[in-house]
């Protein structure tokens, strides 16, 4: 059963700071990774996808990849109020499970003014 | 380009009866792929279809089924609904599957079915 561990949160960041958000995942082989922002009452929206190892920057967002620790994280920098949802990790399946997206249980992310 | 429609978009039933809910993909996608969403289970894989054919399946009882068409819309059917299936069911679709890289294997998510069973 492969996992998707995200840091349980929640997780409060005043306005302007720097949001971290951590996944580990059990699957060596895992190709592509994802980051979905969650609004309350929403569905999910991809914000960032990462294949190789190292850093991938999208605006305020950066993710990066470890591999070898099989680790992904995405930083938030010049966090806004409307950062606040939850952000989800998730991970594609490889082999037999090719097609099928794992899901961590999400961060739930506030930016207080 | 229109996005991933689902439809309805809210559903009351009561306890026994079942429901079909429907995905629209995006245009030219052919992998649909449908989530339970509860707030104490997170995100649960129901199943994948390509090519109208399902390729995975998830951890769900015989009730919930499902089938794709040859245009690539989907449904799904839960039958002898319970209680615990009240949930909001989401539909996402990409050009291809898993492992491709780049941006085909992308899913992108509907606005989601929100079952109450009653």
């Known amino acids: 059963q492969k996992e998707v561990e995200q840091n349980s949160g929640p997780l409060s960041v005043p306005e302007g700071a720097i949001a971290s958000l951590n996944c580990t995942y059990s699957d060596r082989g895992s190709q592509s990774f994802f980051w979905y922002r969650q609004y309350s009452g929403k569905s999910p929206e991809l914000i960032m996808s990462i294949y190789s190892n190292g850093d991938k920057e999208d605006g305020r967002f950066t993710a990066q990849l470890n591999k070898a620790s099989q680790y992904v994280s995405l930083l938030i920098r010049d966090s806004q109020p409307s950062d606040s949802a939850t952000y989800l990790c998730a991970v594609t399946g490889r082999g037999s499970t090719l097609g099928r997206l794992y899901f961590g249980r999400g961060t739930q992310l506030t930016v207080w003014p | 380009k229109a996005g991933v429609t689902q439809t309805p978009r809210y559903l009351i039933k009561t306890r026994g009866q079942q429901v079909t809910l429907s995905c629209s993909p995006i245009s030219g996608h052919r992998s649909v792929s449908w989530y339970q969403q509860t707030p104490g289970q997170g995100l649960q894989f129901l199943f994948e279809y390509f090519s109208e054919t399902q390729r995975n399946k998830g951890n769900f009882p015989g009730r919930f089924s499902g089938r794709q068409f040859s245009n690539s819309r989907s449904e799904m059917n839960v039958s002898t609904l319970e209680l615990g299936d009240s949930a909001l069911y989401l539909c996402?679709?990409?050009?291809?599957?898993?492992?491709?890289?780049?941006?085909?294997?992308?899913?992108?998510f509907g606005a989601g079915t929100r079952l109450s069973v009653l």
């Open positions: 996402a679709s990409s050009l291809a599957r898993g492992g491709a890289r780049g941006s085909e294997n992308i899913q992108y």
